[in-house]
């Protein structure tokens, strides 16, 4: 079982960028999935969220979108209005447990599935 992350890169503040989350070995179409990201010196924090729902932190509310296509089996980010503190490297996660609080699906330790992680940058 692998989560595949792609998309990252290097872009100028105000930029988008689309990430990608493939997945193999197994279908996610029932599992929670998520984004967290981890600047260079800071904790892993979390990002948004797709299960019985969609979750956000506050800081990239508005800005990015989760959303996933079952029949691809692939998470998706798409990320607008880049902000330099936005860089970091992100990475998708999985479980297959149904969270019953928003504040589940921002905790990084219930994620079983981890993806590699893909290095966003975003220049002021």
């Known amino acids: 079982v692998q989560l595949q992350a792609s998309g990252g890169g290097l872009v100028q503040t105000g930029g988008s960028l689309r990430l990608s989350c493939a997945a193999s070995g197994r279908t996610f179409e029932r599992s929670t999935m998520a984004w967290f990201r981890q600047a260079p010196g800071k904790e892993r924090e979390f990002v948004a969220a797709?299960?019985?729902?969609?979750y956000y932190a506050d800081s990239v509310k508005g800005r990015f979108t989760i959303s996933r296509d079952n029949a691809k089996n692939t998470l998706y980010l798409q990320m607008n209005s880049l902000k330099p503190e936005d860089t970091a490297v992100y990475y998708c996660?999985?479980?297959?447990?149904?969270?019953?609080?928003?504040?589940?699906?921002?905790?990084?330790?219930?994620?079983?599935?981890w993806g590699q992680g893909t290095q966003v940058t975003v220049s002021s």
């Open positions: 797709d299960g019985r729902g969609t």
């Open positions: 996660a999985a479980d297959d447990r149904a969270f019953r609080t928003r504040s589940a699906f921002g905790q990084y330790e219930r994620y079983y599935y």
